[in-house]
Structure formats: C-alpha cells, structure tokens
C-alpha cells in the first residue's frame, strides 16, 4: 500500500471529517480511504466525455441532406 499525506487542511476541515467519521464507527483513516476508494471507483467529467467521443467516431456518418429529401407523399 501507499501513503498519502495531505498537508494544510484546515482544522475545522479535519473536524467535520473526524465527526463524519466517528459516527460511522470508523477511524479518520478508514472514513478517508472509503472517500477515495469510492473516488477512484468514478469516471470523472473528462474520462466520460472521451467515452462518448469514442463511441461517436464509431457511429456510422449519416447525410443529413438525403433525409431531408423525400420521395414519399409527405407521411410517416
């Protein structure tokens, strides 16, 4: 495993956190490493936009004229 240190929280950060913590029954070190772990475990805003550019280069390129172009009678 890594150590992680995170230098200049403030007290009333560490505070919040520790309570959050004791409430659950667990230690500020095992509330903080659930946050991350359930951090990492997310796709962040620029992971899922990539995704979907992705995708979208894989979609076949469709001619918006020719569907604006009909031979019917007008409907559906």
Known sequence: MVNITIRDVPPEVR???AARA????QSSQ???????????AKRDKEEVLASIDARRARLPKIDVMSLLV????GRY
């Open 30 to 40: 095992e509330f903080l490493k659930a946050a991350l772990l359930d951090i990492a």
């Open 70 to 73: 009909r031979d019917d009678d």
């Open 15 to 17: 505070d919040v956190l």
């Open 22 to 25: 004791k409430r659950r029954g």
